[in-house]
């Protein structure tokens, strides 16, 4: 395959039936760098991007350096972070649960077809090459690890 080939990056309409359930877009294996070129990577798409901290009611369309965030969020128990991406009229959204996994999600009821899914899989390909790490899309859960990936991207320096 080639370098910007994803792995089992295909359309399959069973992995996107509405079921109650949202999808997944992990990174397993993120640090606070991998953070830090995602969310710096963000600041430069040309999507709609919108930040927000919980306890000052803020929005923002600049998302601040990972290191600050999770500083903040380290140093105030109560607060909380969301930042919701739009591509291709498909929102992701993250919640900043942990250092360790860049996790965002989506509504499968979004991704209807294969124009729909190509959202999906440039939303994948650009956490994967951004964070320089694989990305896995699974069921929502909380034991990414465990779980079968629907479909996965490798970034070319990494297949």
């Not at 509405?18 to 600041?43: E, T, Y």
């Not at 930040?51 to 601040?64: A, E, G, K, Y």
């Not at 972070?81 to 591509?87: D, H, I, R, T």
Request: aromatic share 12%.
């Amino acid at each position: 395959m080639g370098g910007r080939e994803g792995v089992g990056m295909q359309y399959r309409s069973e992995d996107f039936e509405v079921d109650g359930a949202l999808r997944d877009v992990c990174i397993l294996d993120a640090s606070i760098d991998a953070w830090r070129n995602v969310l710096a990577a963000l600041n430069s798409v040309d999507w709609t991007v919108s930040f927000n901290w919980t306890l000052s009611d803020s929005i923002d369309s600049r998302v601040p350096d990972a290191s600050e965030l999770f500083h903040r969020l380290e140093s105030n128990p109560e607060e909380s972070a969301s930042l919701a991406v739009e591509v291709g009229g498909i929102w992701f959204t993250c919640y900043f649960f942990d250092v360790d996994e860049i996790e965002f999600t989506f509504d499968p009821g979004d991704v209807t077809d294969l124009e729909s899914f190509t959202a999906v899989e440039e939303f994948v390909r650009f956490l994967g090459d951004s964070a320089r790490k694989r990305v896995v899309v699974t069921m929502e859960g909380t034991d990414h690890g465990a779980m079968p990936a629907l479909f996965e991207y490798f970034p070319g320096a990494l297949l």
